[in-house]
C-alpha cells in the first residue's frame, strides 16, 4: 500500500511519521517548501485543556500528551519547553504608576496590566512550529517516507466503485492506493477534485525579534486598542532559542493560489512594530529577525475536517485546524494512521470531524470563495 500526502505542512508532516513509523509507504508532495506556510509562522502555543467544553478537547488532550511524547521519540530540538502563560490588557494612563499589574513582567511597559494566570507549566507549553514540522518530516523521512516536490494538480480515480488511484502533478501522475489532502487553506482547491466542503484561509501577521536572554520563558496573550479605536489581541511567545514572537492583526484578504505568493497586507507590519515598541521597551530596541504573513486554514463551522472523503474509496482529508494546527497535529498524524492502517481511530473518536457533516462545495463557486 502506498500513501500519499498532498502538504508538506504541519499536519501532512505529522501524518507522514505516524504512518512511516507503521512501516507504511508514504510519499509527501510539496509543492513549495516543508512549513512554508502557517506551519512555520505560527506561534507554536499549545495548551491542554483551553479547547475543554468544545468537540475539539479530546484531540488537544491527546495531542498534548503526544508533543512531549515527540521529544523523547524523536531526534531534534524543536524548542519544546512547558511555560507560565499570563494574560492582560494595556491601559498607557498607568504608564505613571511604574508597574504592569498584580504579574509583574518586567520586560514589558508599565501600561501592560497582567490581569490573570492562564496556565502553569503543567497545562500550557511550546515549539518552535517551523523546527517542529521539520523534525517531523525527517523522521518520517528516516522511517522510509519520500517527499517530493510538485503542485498536485489533481486526483486520478478509477471509477465504478469509485477510488483514487493516485494523484496528478501536472501531466504527470504517482499512483497511489489512498491521497490524503493536506493542503492547509489551498484544500479549497481539492474541493475540485473531490467531494469535499470549502476550507477558507485566514491571515494573520506576525514579527519575530532578537531578545536574546532579556525575555523570561512566559507565554503573554494581552488586549489592546489602536490610536484610531481597532482592537487588537497580541499573542507573545519568547522561544528558547532567544528570539521573541508576536502575532496580531488578521484579515480576510484573499488566499493566493500559489503558497509562494503570499505577501503582507499593506501597512501591517509597520502597525504591528509601532505596537510592539508600546508593548514593551526590549521589543523597541530589539533587531526584527522576520517580518511574516501566513493563511490559518478554517471551515464553516470551525472545527477540523478530518477522516474519509464520502462516496470516493482511498480518500482522505485532513485540514482545517484553524488556531489549533500546530497544537492538534500529533493526534491527528496519530488518528489518520490508525484510520488508514486498521480502518478505525483507537485513541480519538474522529466523528465530530466528519468531513460528510458540512455541505460538499459546488466546484463552480470555488472561485468565489477563494475570495475571488
Ligand atoms: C498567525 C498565526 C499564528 C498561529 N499560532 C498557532 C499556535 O500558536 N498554536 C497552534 O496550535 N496553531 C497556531 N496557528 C495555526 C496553525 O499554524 C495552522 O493550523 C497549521 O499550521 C495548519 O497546518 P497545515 O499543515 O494544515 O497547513 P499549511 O501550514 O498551510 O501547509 C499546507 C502546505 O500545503 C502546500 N500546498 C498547497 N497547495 C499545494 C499543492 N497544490 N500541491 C502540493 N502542496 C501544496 C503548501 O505549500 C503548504 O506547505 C497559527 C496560525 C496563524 C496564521
Redesign the pocket.
Known amino acids: 500500500m502506498r500513501v500519499l500526502i498532498?502538504?508538506?505542512?504541519?499536519?501532512?508532516a505529522t501524518i507522514a511519521y505516524f504512518l512511516a513509523r507503521r512501516g507504511i509507504a508514504v510519499t509527501v508532495?510539496?509543492?513549495?517548501?516543508?512549513?512554508?506556510?502557517?506551519?512555520g509562522?505560527?506561534?507554536?502555543?499549545?495548551a491542554r485543556d483551553w479547547c475543554d467544553g468544545s468537540a475539539l478537547a479530546p484531540l488537544a488532550r491527546r495531542s498534548f500528551a503526544l508533543h512531549a511524547r515527540l521529544t523523547e521519540e524523536v531526534p531534534g530540538d524543536w524548542g519544546y519547553r512547558r511555560l507560565d502563560t499570563y494574560g492582560g490588557f494595556t491601559d498607557f494612563r498607568r504608564r505613571a504608576a511604574g508597574r504592569n499589574g498584580p504579574c509583574n513582567l518586567a520586560w514589558l511597559s508599565d501600561g501592560v496590566v497582567v490581569s490573570q494566570a492562564l496556565g502553569t507549566p503543567e497545562t500550557t507549553a511550546q515549539v518552535h512550529?517551523a523546527s517542529f514540522t521539520a523534525a517531523m518530516m525527517h523522521a518520517a523521512i528516516a522511517h522510509g517516507a519520500e517527499l517530493r516536490r510538485?503542485?498536485?494538480t489533481g486526483i486520478v480515480r478509477r471509477e465504478s466503485p469509485a477510488r483514487v488511484a493516485g494523484i496528478a502533478i501536472g501531466g504527470e501522475t504517482v499512483e497511489g492506493d489512498a491521497v490524503i489532502v493536506?493542503?492547509?487553506?489551498?484544500s479549497l482547491?481539492a474541493a475540485a477534485w473531490l467531494p469535499l466542503p470549502a476550507v477558507f484561509g485566514l491571515k494573520?501577521h506576525?514579527l519575530v525579534f532578537d531578545t536574546g536572554a532579556q525575555v523570561p520563558g512566559e507565554a503573554v496573550f494581552l488586549e489592546t486598542r489602536e490610536a484610531n479605536g481597532t482592537v487588537l489581541a497580541p499573542e507573545l511567545f519568547p522561544r528558547s532559542d532567544g528570539t521573541t514572537y508576536v502575532?496580531a492583526i488578521s484579515s480576510e484578504s484573499p488566499l493566493p493560489l500559489d503558497?509562494a505568493r503570499v505577501a503582507a497586507d499593506p501597512g501591517a507590519f509597520e502597525r504591528l512594530e509601532k505596537l510592539c515598541a508600546n508593548l514593551s521597551p526590549v521589543l523597541a530596541a530589539a533587531r526584527i529577525v522576520a517580518r511574516q504573513a501566513?493563511?490559518?486554514?478554517v471551515t464553516s463551522d470551525g472545527l477540523p475536517l478530518i477522516g474519509r472523503v464520502p462516496g470516493v474509496a482511498g480518500a482522505y482529508i485532513a485540514?482545517g485546524?484553524?488556531?489549533?494546527?500546530?497544537?492538534?497535529a500529533p493526534a491527528t498524524g496519530e488518528a489518520m494512521a490508525e484510520l488508514i492502517a486498521d480502518g478505525k481511530t483507537r485513541h480519538v473518536d474522529l466523528s465530530p470531524f466528519d468531513p460528510a457533516r458540512l455541505p460538499r462545495l459546488d466546484p463552480a463557486r470555488l472561485h468565489a470563495a477563494a475570495g475571488g
Do not use: D
Open positions: 498532498c502538504g508538506g505542512g504541519v499536519i501532512g508532495i510539496e509543492s513549495t517548501g516543508v512549513a512554508c506556510a502557517a506551519s509562522k505560527a506561534g507554536g502555543f499549545l512550529p510538485g503542485r498536485v493536506a493542503m492547509g487553506p489551498w482547491l494573520g506576525s502575532c503558497p501566513c493563511y490559518r486554514p485540514s485546524h484553524s488556531v489549533w494546527g500546530i497544537l492538534n
